[in-house]
């Protein structure tokens, strides 16, 4: 469709377009092109990457927790349980990951059979609690960069669970960005490493990151 759009634009403006170079509008987005962002870590990161594949449905999913939990606000579950995925979904995900500095950061790009709208939080669901049995946590709005032609969404998630009788938390902070039929979601967590305090995780980093993601994906 996007040749066919230049084609017909070349038509028009002959003189403009006599050239024959492409512009930056002209190029397809590419969600194997996510797998560029490993060149942002340096030597401390250990970097993996999955090329382009059938969606992974964990990735879409939304949060899973026990029965019996509450939110509050209690209009608020839909935006504490994450991305609304239409039923059927289809499509390929790549991703990157890199560890290091005591954190993780994925960076990870799916093209979808039709668009996955971001939950709007509004003004009443910029921070959620919720509790259950053996469980309990927060869900808060955290700041997203500005990307043009995209909307973004940022969100940290703090959970504590018992365990076998044993208290356990867990920290996430998720970004995400969609434009058409693409969504960018980069994921920031802390690494649990033996005899080492946890490292407070680098959400200037994760952001710049999301940016990034998005820039390769457009070409």
Known sequence: ????LFTVACAALLAA??????????VPDDISHVLDVKSTFGPDFKVTAVAPT??????????TLPPG?????PDCAKFATGLAVPAGLK???A????????????AIAVETSEAVPLTDPGQACQKVGFAGPG?????EVAESPVIDGARTLGTHRVVQTVVDGKPASGELYNYVAGFGSILVIVTANPLVLPNQPVAPVNTQRARDL????VAAVRG
């Open 69 to 73: 939990v509450k939110f509050e606000p």
């Open 135 to 139: 469980t309990r946590g927060v869900v």
């Open 95 to 106: 991703a990157t990951t890199a560890e290091g500095e005591g954190n993780r950061f994925i």
């Open 91 to 93: 499509g390929n995900m």
């Open 54 to 63: 059938g969606i992974d449905p964990r990735i879409l999913a939304p949060q």
């Open 1 to 4: 469709m996007l040749r066919t």
């Open 17 to 26: 377009c006599s050239s024959g170079e492409p512009t930056a509008d002209d």
């Open 210 to 213: 999301l940016t990034a993601a």
